[in-house]
């Protein structure tokens, strides 16, 4: 069965301007969270949404944001991009009864 | 706050070099404990949860044991395909309120 799609795989973008990344879960999967990986802090979590409601949100600031569609497909927006947000951005999805987590290859944003 | 902490942060081992790696783990309400295996560029890949003290899971060359305050994954007589990072995360919190917290990873080399 297919896994869990993300896009674009890599990004380019300028500081200052806004970014969303796409993520399709596995189908049947309703749990879609979001993971932010970079060297030094590791896997960070962003947000997790359950059918179309966000469930659990991590200490991020306001500039990240999610949403979820009634397909389970999720979506993730930063605003107003700093350098620091330059990172491996993963998504990954589970079934609604186990948190055994399938994550996606992710999306390479780098801010210049 | 719950807390995860993994050890070494590098191993380097001859290959045929059994060893074990660690994940220690401080968390309130724990409903199970996860390994996962990352390659560069991807996402990480799942390999075993396992949810109370006492509870082994092994695939192939690995082998994961858990206790009240800490997890190991053992790695019998290893294979060049086996360097990875190896990761560790916790299921945490009750009701509404749940979450996954990551260790920061052990990075294994196996040298042929």
């Known amino acids: 069965k297919a896994g869990v799609t993300q896009t674009p795989r890599y990004l380019i973008k300028t500081r200052g301007q806004q970014v969303t990344l796409s993520c399709s879960p596995i189908?049947?999967?309703?749990?879609v969270s979001w993971y932010q990986q970079t060297p030094g802090q590791g896997l960070q979590f962003l947000f997790e949404y359950f059918s179309e409601t966000q469930r659990n949100k991590g200490n991020f600031p306001g500039r990240f944001s999610g949403r979820q569609f009634s397909n389970s497909r999720s979506e993730m927006n930063v605003s107003t991009l700093e350098l620091g947000d330059s990172a491996l951005y993963l998504c990954?999805?589970?079934?609604?009864?186990?948190?055994?987590?399938?994550f996606g290859s992710g999306t390479r944003l780098t801010v210049v | 706050e719950d807390q995860v902490t993994q050890s070494p942060e590098a191993l380097r081992l001859q290959e045929g070099e059994s060893s074990s790696l660690n994940c220690s783990y401080t968390?309130?309400?724990?409903?199970?404990l996860f390994w996962y295996r990352q390659d560069p560029g991807k996402g990480p890949e799942f390999l075993f949860t396992?949810?109370?003290a006492g509870e082994e899971k092994e695939k192939e060359r690995l082998k994961a044991t858990l206790t009240k305050k800490e997890s190991f994954l053992h790695i019998t007589a290893p294979k060049p395909e086996d360097s990875a990072t190896y990761l560790c995360a916790v299921h945490s919190g009750t009701g509404g309120y749940q979450k996954v917290t990551f260790g920061t990873g052990t990075k294994l080399q196996v040298i042929p």
């Open positions: 968390v309130s309400g724990l409903r199970g």
């Open positions: 189908s049947g999967h309703r749990s």
């Open positions: 990954a999805s589970s079934r609604t009864d186990s948190y055994g987590y399938t």
């Open positions: 396992l949810y109370s």
